[in-house]
């Protein structure tokens, strides 16, 4: 996993994030007790690692796909299959009516097979055709790697002005907590956290097609995290938090 990781940070720092946000974004307001400095020299956890593993992934997908660039694909799915994740126990709710007169976002296959089916789509050069047979027999193989992992929510849609919420997640003292919002194409959005006193600890609300707040809890207790469409298209979106 290191070696992909290494390959595709060398190929988006070679242009393929032209255009994407930037992740860190958020901005984090350090109110209330339940936040505070990150500790200097921990080391992130596993759990950490695999949700910038996944965030690196969707930005392939998207950067492929915008591009044509079928490698990004192959490269995506290499990672998915070998980052695993857990279905998110805290079930959300949802604000807001789903609008009639707007269009469904497209629906897309970002499964590890369906994704190299797609780069070949893209591609019939030999270098695409010899990294896809390789991926093939990656896909094949037992997916390496931690067991559990992130726990994700989606692809669900939120349509304009609607607010998805995911209420009494508790994030562990000490320990660097993350949330991470792929959308897909570009909008505007608002990803908010707020700690069990209605306090507002980590907020990312700059457009784009990514979202994602970090933050250290002073301690272990519930957090509330809200999903806000303020554009006038609908969104499919995926969620995943440590």
């Known amino acids: 996993m290191n070696r992909i990781r290494m390959f595709a940070a060398a190929v988006i720092l070679g242009g393929l994030c032209t255009g994407l946000t930037v992740m860190g974004q958020d901005k984090t307001e350090k109110k209330g007790p339940n936040v505070q400095d990150p500790v200097k020299g921990a080391k992130e956890s596993d759990k950490n690692k695999a949700l910038q593993d996944l965030d690196l992934a969707s930005r392939l997908i998207q950067y492929g796909r915008t591009n044509k660039h079928a490698e990004s694909l192959l490269i995506a799915a290499q990672i998915l299959h070998n980052t695993p994740t857990t279905k998110l126990k805290v079930k959300a709710t949802v604000v807001g009516e789903k609008k009639a007169d707007v269009a469904e976002p497209v629906k897309a296959n970002n499964s590890p097979k369906a994704l190299v089916a797609e780069a070949k789509k893209l591609s019939t050069s030999a270098a695409v055709e010899s990294l896809a047979k390789a991926t093939l027999i990656i896909l094949d193989e037992e997916p390496r790697g931690r067991l559990g992992g992130p726990g994700v929510d989606g692809p669900f849609i939120l349509y304009p002005n609607q607010e998805r919420t995911w209420n009494g997640m508790t994030f562990v003292g000490g320990q660097m907590a993350e949330v991470a919002i ?51 298209i609908a969104f499919r979106c995926g969620m995943a938090t440590n």
């Open 182 to 232: 792929a959308n897909g194409v570009y909008g505007r959005m608002i990803l908010e956290v707020r700690d069990q006193f209605g306090n507002v600890v980590a907020r990312d609300n700059v457009p784009g097609s990514f979202y994602n707040c970090r933050w250290t809890p002073a301690f272990t207790g519930p957090f509330t995290i809200r999903l806000t469409n303020l554009d006038t």
